[in-house]
């Protein structure tokens, strides 16, 4: 089973791909410019970013770098 993670720069969220789309739109109408959303696999330890959420939408990104998943752990885990 794959962990999706929506962040920015202040913070972020870890659960599946929807729930990551829905709180990246509501961050963008809250005023972040920008959400990226990435995914990891099991056992893997960097996430792909797989779409950008911007005011004009959502943008799948082919290719996308590579994070490390406990940096995204500890910033979508310390908003808990």
């Given at each position: 089973?794959?962990?999706?993670?929506?962040?920015h720069?202040?913070?972020?969220?870890?659960?599946?791909?929807?729930?990551?789309?829905?709180?990246?739109?509501?961050e963008?109408?809250?005023?972040?410019?920008?959400?990226?959303?990435?995914?990891?696999?099991?056992?893997?330890?960097?996430?792909?970013?797989?779409?950008?959420?911007?005011?004009?939408?959502?943008?799948?990104?082919?290719?996308?770098?590579?994070?490390?998943?406990?940096?995204?752990?500890?910033?979508?885990?310390?908003?808990?």
């Amino acid at each position: 089973m794959h962990s999706f993670f929506a962040f920015h720069k202040q913070r972020g969220v870890q659960h599946g791909f929807r729930h990551c789309l829905y709180w990246s739109k509501e961050e963008v109408r809250n005023g972040i410019p920008v959400v990226k959303i990435a995914i990891a696999r099991p056992a893997v330890k960097d996430a792909r970013i797989v779409a950008e959420v911007t005011e004009s939408g959502v943008q799948r990104i082919d290719d996308g770098r590579l994070i490390p998943v406990k940096n995204l752990e500890k910033r979508c885990l310390a908003n808990h």
